[in-house]
């Protein structure tokens, strides 16, 4: 693990993305993806902020992880098979469950995107949503004018009219286009969903207690939330939690952290640092965040959705 050694943690966040990964004008970084970044850096450092944030895209990501530029990267990087063997990359543990849908502006009167056959859709290079674009159409007997971008040139051609639509995650859709309504009109995002994008931190496959580690954080955040336990009331569960799991989460019993080479209490410093899962969602993508987007797959799965975190022992 090279994050312990240096005493900084090397996080790759998505470029720009607001409720995810966005430089505020304080400096500071917000989002779901730097939430995940402090969360690790907490559990592996000590230090919630001891995180230096590196800004890739669909094309860099893969380049800037394996050179070694970043430990993680943390954005909306679907886990693939083809990518696992291509890239030499591994996928600890997903933290969104997303699917692809398309989205152009309202004033087209466009519903859903059979109804659009022959626009321009601009999609980013290098994803699985230009992959399951093609797909989509090819059954259908469908043709668009597909073109590939960056994702700022991509809200330059929505706002200019030269693409008519885009395609991506539900998820980083309602952050772009929320957004960019403030200043082009409002957007439509179709009801049609033709991918399933299982969304993870990505490290490299060179260090499989690392990305032990990385699985350890993201399931601790879960777990946290299937116990109840806050970031305003974990001091209080580590003088009275009574239940085995939750006393092994939080390091008062068992041997968790250092089978992972981490301090006993990891997870308690992460909770502190972040909160739950469920707090760091609603924070930024649900009822607390502009987009008020429903947990949907993304709740625990007594809650219906498919959050269902490993067991701690």
Known sequence: MRAPERGDLLCGV????PHFSALQANGQWRGFFVDMCRALAAAALGDPNAVIFHEVDGVSRFSLLQSGGVDVVMSNVTWTLGRERDYGVNFPAIYLYDGQAAAARAAKGWRKLE???GAVICVGPNTTSHLNLLDWARVRGLHFNVVTLRRQSILNGLMEGRCDLTTDDRFSLAGNL???SAQSGAYVIFDNIFSREPL???VRQDDPQWA??????VHALMLAEEYGVTKSNVAERLQQAQVGEERRLLGLEGDVGAGLGLHPQWAARVIAAV?????????HLGRESALALSRGHNALWRDGGLLYPIAFR
Not at 212 to 217: D, K, L, S
Not at 275 to 283: D, K, L, P
Request: proline letters at 4%; a neutral charge.
């Open 14 to 17: 998505t470029m720009g993305a």
């Open 115 to 117: 109804q659009a056959e």
């Open 178 to 180: 929320n957004a960019l």
């Open 200 to 202: 993870s931190p990505m």
């Open 212 to 217: 032990r580690v990385v699985r350890a954080v």
């Open 275 to 283: 909160g739950n899962y469920g707090e760091i969602f609603e924070r």
